[in-house]
């Protein structure tokens, strides 16, 4: 398996804190078949992509893990303005190994609209686009369209496997599994950060598609779609998204959360959500 998503790299960010919690992650992820690990470390305000620093780390794992673990260089890419404005100037900086595939990740308070005009930018620049976690951030839980369209621009989906089985909550839970039934994922990576409340544990994600969608569909997410990622290949035909092009609204608020009727709806939360980040986005990347 190849794990696209995870905070391998020591000192960097909120993942590893030290060497030897990053060796003991990597072997931890060998324990759980993984072969191929991904270092993802963020790039946002409060984790600046320092690049000479992230590299001196990332080529010291990959000296000590030599023989035991693959590793790649990617990012936990931060859509904020001044992000956009660098990777659009800098085609493929910010990408895996520099190949093109690139994991981006949003605020969890507010996705603008003009949030789509910015993604059109790193797509035209060569970016190919990894939406992360889409069912931990409330503003899609409120609005799920909102993913639907990136789908529509082409995006990838990566679902974080602990969601899948309840780790971040029932919303989350109830929505990922909804997106795995409907193909609407491309990857499942663990985004481990650490040994305890973020650990690297990707097989039980693997063995919970597999057992709820197919052998062939666990190895579609964690290895033969990770592995087009790493390589910068062309990407491999996909199952056919259920309900995407014909506009079919996702059902899991029904289902899962009766429990919020006669309450204030997590639609209408999302909806706040989107209009408080409407100003200011596109203002600050373009100076208008």
């Known amino acids: 398996m190849i794990d696209i998503h995870h905070h391998l790299l020591y000192g960097i960010d909120d993942g590893s804190p030290d060497i030897d919690t990053s060796i003991e992650m990597a072997e931890e992820s060998a324990a759980n078949g993984v072969t191929h690990i991904v270092c993802t470390p963020h790039a946002s305000e409060q984790y600046p992509y320092l690049t000479q620093l992230i590299e001196e780390r990332y080529a010291k794992l990959r000296e000590l893990l030599k023989g035991e673990m693959e590793l790649s260089l990617g990012c936990d890419f931060h859509m904020t303005a001044e992000n956009v404005a660098e990777a659009a100037a800098n085609p493929l900086r910010y990408s895996i190994d520099g190949k093109g595939y690139l994991l981006i990740e949003f605020s969890n308070t507010a996705i603008p609209p003009q949030m789509n005009d910015a993604m059109f930018l790193l797509q035209s ?8 976690h889409p069912e931990r951030y409330p503003a899609v839980l409120g609005r799920p369209e909102m993913l639907a369209e990136w789908l529509r621009m082409g995006c990838l989906v990566q679902v974080t496997c602990g969601s899948l089985y309840g780790r971040f909550g029932k919303k989350a839970e109830a ?8 193909n609407w994922v491309h990857f499942i ?29 666990a190895r579609r997410l964690c290895e033969t779609n990770p592995r087009a990622a790493v390589d910068g290949a ?19 608020r029904d289902r899962k959360f009766a429990f919020l009727r006669g309450k204030r709806s997590i639609e209408d939360a999302g909806d706040d959500a989107t209009k408080a980040g409407k100003r200011g986005f596109f203002k600050s990347l373009f100076g208008r």
């Open 125 to 132: 620049t060569g970016y190919r686009l990894i939406v992360t």
């Open 234 to 252: 062309p990407w491999p035909a996909q199952p056919e998204p259920v309900g995407l092009w014909e506009y079919e609204p996702l059902k899991f």
């Open 175 to 182: 929505f990922s599994n909804e997106l795995l039934q409907r």
């Open 189 to 217: 990576a663990s985004d481990a950060h650490n040994m305890s409340w973020r650990p690297p544990h990707l097989r039980k994600g693997y063995d919970y598609v597999a057992n709820r969608a197919g052998e062939e569909t």
